[in-house]
């Protein structure tokens, strides 16, 4: 809710209505990583929770991508993150890079995978998060609640 105090001019007004969405933009590319960023976290977390062993060569948003969160090619280095992932909580697009990162090093999700995933200490919350996000889609749709 943008709130406009009372007896502004019109002028004053449309100024003030830009400023406020000059604001809330500025916010939304706060939230949204970009590429370059995605790649320097993939980096810092590789760091903080797999020794620094995995050394992605590229990491970067796809769009088309969506029956995985996340998928990699340890060939090439590449990972890549779905667009859907993007305005979920940080905690969760840690998770999946974590995830495909661990890939780099160990393919497939036997004991030896899940045991790198144990450092990261959310790796149970994200799994729960992305499970409630899948099954909230399957959902039938309702009638959206009325707000008043
Ligand atoms: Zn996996």
């Known amino acids: 809710m943008v709130l406009i105090p ?13 400023v406020m969405l000059e604001k809330l933009a500025a916010q939304e590319n706060k939230r949204m990583l970009g590429d ?3 790649a320097e976290r993939a980096e810092q977390l590789s760091d903080q929770y797999l020794g ?3 050394r992605p060569a590229s990491v970067r948003w796809v769009t088309n991508q969506n029956t995985r969160w996340g998928s990699c090619t340890p060939a090439e280095g590449s990972i890549r993150l779905s667009h859907r992932l993007q305005g979920m909580p940080e ?12 890939h780099l090093l160990v393919p497939g ?7 790198l995933l144990e450092s990261y ?7 729960g998060y992305l499970e409630g ?3 909230a889609d399957r959902l039938p749709h309702l009638p959206a609640a009325r707000s008043e």
Do not use: C, I, K, N
Request: glycine letters at 6%; proline letters at 4%.
């Open 36 to 38: 370059a960023e995605l």
């Open 91 to 102: 905690y969760v697009v840690d998770y999946v890079l974590v995830h495909e990162l661990a």
């Open 6 to 18: 009372a007896r502004m001019s019109e002028a004053e007004e449309q100024r003030w209505v830009g």
């Open 52 to 54: 620094g062993r995995a």
């Open 133 to 135: 996000v899948v099954a």
């Open 121 to 127: 200490p959310r790796t149970e919350r994200a799994r």
């Open 109 to 115: 999700h036997g004991p030896r995978f899940w045991r």
